[in-house]
């Protein structure tokens, strides 16, 4: 009888923890899940549906607001500078960060350490305390009402993290690899081409998609820097168009989901990249 009360609270004192786990996780989720919900719904409703029924689910769909949506110049304008800036951070972030990080992990020279201290100060700095600063620097050289000016201020504020992350990747991979690669005549660039960049791939996709992520749903930085319509970028153009049709939430919330589907469809695909690729250094460590 004894064995078995003891068996008892054992189980008990081991399940009750996961429980309390998985709970919280499941609060998680709904206060993630629901929002997201009802914005879907709320696009399949009509105007007056949205108002009167906001919490039903719309029966049968209503598909004309996304249909008013696409056919709008303006969105599918606002979707091509949100890729143009995407891709174009994702790309000069992925070089930069990672010919720095090349030589913060494989090479030794006077005051690296000190380089590298005040490059992780970059990760104290948010870009809304900078914001004053960074308008008054990128006025002053011209790019504003430019996406080149928001693609060069979205790189700067990405890079402190990535570099970190892909210097603990290229530390992870033995010297003794490096060694062999210059004993059969490879050279430094060699190296860094052909045999640090494939090994880090899993690092290098992290990078990049913490930046697409970052950039896509960026709206302080095109919102300071950006005044033409035809300049706008989704996150941009989505508060300017709930300013304009703020008395059709239904419309309004076609528009946001549509925002939404390439940034959600682009995290599903890289989902794996990502978490493979923030804990590959601490595994190989």
Request: proline share 5%; charged share 10%; glycine share 6%.
């Amino acid at each position: 009888m004894s064995d078995n009360y003891s068996y008892r609270r054992r189980t008990l004192k081991k399940n009750l923890p996961r429980f309390f786990q998985y709970l919280i996780l499941i609060f998680a989720a709904l206060f993630i899940i629901v929002p997201i919900v009802m914005i879907i719904f709320g696009a399949l409703k009509t105007r007056g549906e949205f108002i009167t029924h906001p919490y039903t689910i719309p029966i049968p769909p209503n598909w004309e607001n996304f249909a008013k949506v696409l056919s709008m110049p303006i969105f599918w304008s606002m979707l091509r500078n949100s890729l143009l800036v995407m891709l174009a951070a994702t790309a000069g972030v992925v070089i930069i960060s990672s010919m720095a990080a090349f030589v913060f992990s494989r090479m030794k020279f006077r005051g690296q350490s000190i380089v590298l201290n005040f490059l992780t100060l970059g990760l104290m700095f948010p870009i809304t305390i900078a914001i004053l600063p960074v308008y008054l620097v990128v006025r002053q050289i011209g790019l504003t009402n430019n996406l080149l000016g928001v693609v060069l201020v979205q790189m700067a504020f990405q890079l402190s993290i990535c570099i970190i992350i892909l210097r603990t990747s290229f530390e992870s991979v033995p010297y003794e690899l490096q060694e062999a690669a210059y004993i059969d005549g490879c050279s430094t660039f060699g190296f860094f081409w052909r045999i640090l960049l494939p090994l880090s791939r899993p690092a290098l996709a992290a990078i990049a998609s913490l930046t697409m992520v970052t950039s896509w749903n960026d709206l302080l930085v095109p919102l300071v820097l950006i005044d033409k319509n035809s300049l706008w970028t989704l996150p941009l153009g989505t508060m300017q168009f709930q300013g304009e049709y703020g008395v059709n939430l239904a419309l309004v919330a076609a528009f946001v989901t549509l925002s939404a589907v390439p940034a959600v469809i682009f995290y599903l695909l890289a989902e794996r990249q990502l978490v493979s690729g923030l804990t590959a250094g601490a595994l190989k460590g």
